[in-house]
């Protein structure tokens, strides 16, 4: 299994910076926002009410009330509480089905870019990942005829991501709909549905896999509240999906780390129950950082972008640098690419061979703007002077 790249380098960066570097970190997918203070009161009031106690291994049953009420308000989904799960973040709740839906060998179609963790997840299972290449022409979102020409006998999980970590790219209702009409004729595949930036979304429309009548038995959602509400350290997220995988998710999660945090619970309860027009401050900040950043690579040569269409991403393709030996570094691929601009230019940005992608690098532009102005010019000082 190998390391979280993502957090690889954030822990170089965060070296560096020990170090007395000054670092900008644009690696880590962590928005900077203080969370909401709806979600603190909650939080509070659950302390002061002497939540303390183990909760049940899948979520509470208030929990799993406002994760129905959500699915229903957002996705038009309907799901009973015995066909939910909470787990400690939305990367448990992947590992969980990983680990109760794969055999040895069975293969796992993943359409590249792809978020770092999906392909280790699936070895860890005994899982063999299979890339789907897609192209920055294509929004980085591969085609009905791709996923067919990846489907074998040995066929069994599809993780994606929508709006995608790392491209930002978001599937259509159509988009999906041509892809479940492949899938329709592969009974033996489950689909997991990964939409944890779910509302950083500028396109004003969010499609799941399981709206569709024929695919709901056969997909699980995946969402939590890291991204949007920006509690990434509170470390909750759920699934819904058919009960017999909610209930051997729930026997593997009670033998692995039982249920969740109670005074997170509480807080995520607070967080599912408000409307998401309360957080919709975060998602126009983000829709105004990714202009800039578009903005400010447009100024730098060898950078070749698409416009993002969700999360808080930009993913270039850096290609034109390699075979390149720019102030003594020879640059080969795009790891070469994103340590060179760590030691030079003071950024941290992650190589796109962690995401299935070896042409291009991922930038996160969940940071303030200030930061992303002056990292922007410290890349093309770095690559131009």
Request: some cysteine.
């Amino acid at each position: 299994m190998a390391t979280s790249a993502t957090l690889a380098m954030a822990a170089k960066a965060r070296e560096l910076k020990e170090a007395g570097k000054d670092i900008i970190g644009l690696s880590l997918g962590e928005p900077d926002f203080t969370i909401p203070e709806f979600v603190k009161e909650a939080a509070i009031r659950a302390i002061e009410e002497d939540y303390h106690s183990y909760t049940p291994v899948d979520g509470y049953g208030e929990l799993k009330q406002a994760i129905i009420t959500k699915f229903k308000r957002d996705n038009n989904l309907n799901y009973a509480p015995q066909q939910i799960v909470v787990s400690t973040g939305a990367k448990q709740s992947l590992a969980n089905l990983a680990q109760v839906l794969l055999n040895e060998g069975d293969e796992v179609l993943l359409p590249a870019p792809y978020w770092v963790s999906y392909a280790d997840i699936s070895k860890v299972a005994g899982g063999v990942p299979v890339e789907i290449p897609s192209t920055l022409e294509n929004d980085f979102k591969i085609t009905p005829e791709a996923l067919q020409a990846a489907i074998t006998p040995r066929s069994k999980m599809l993780v994606y991501s929508s709006p995608c970590n790392p491209s930002g790219s978001v599937y259509s209702r159509d988009e999906l709909r041509a892809l479940a009409d492949v899938l329709v004729k592969h009974p033996q595949i489950i689909v997991v549905s990964d939409e944890i930036y779910e509302h950083i979304n500028f396109t004003g429309n969010h499609a799941s896999m399981a709206q569709f009548d024929d695919m709901y038995d056969r997909t699980v959602t995946v969402n939590g509240v890291s991204k949007a509400y920006s509690m990434t350290g509170w470390r909750i997220g759920y699934i819904g999906g058919p009960e017999y995988i909610a209930r051997a998710c729930n026997k593997m999660q009670g033998q692995v780390t039982s249920g969740a945090n109670c005074i997170a619970q509480r807080a995520t309860i607070a967080a599912l129950e408000n409307p998401p027009s309360r957080i919709q401050y975060m998602i126009d900040a983000f829709r105004h950082r990714r202009k800039l950043t578009l903005d400010l690579l447009a100024q730098i040569p060898g950078f070749s972008c698409n416009e993002p269409e969700g999360a808080f991403y930009v993913f270039p393709d850096i290609s034109h640098y390699f075979g390149k030996t720019i102030r003594g570094t020879a640059i080969k691929t795009a790891s070469d690419f994103a340590l060179f601009l760590l030691s030079e230019a003071n950024v941290a940005t992650v190589t796109g061979e962690a995401f299935g992608s070896p042409n291009c690098i991922r930038i996160s532009y969940a940071a303030s703007e200030a930061e992303i102005t002056e990292a922007m010019q410290r890349i093309k000082e770095v690559l131009t002077n």
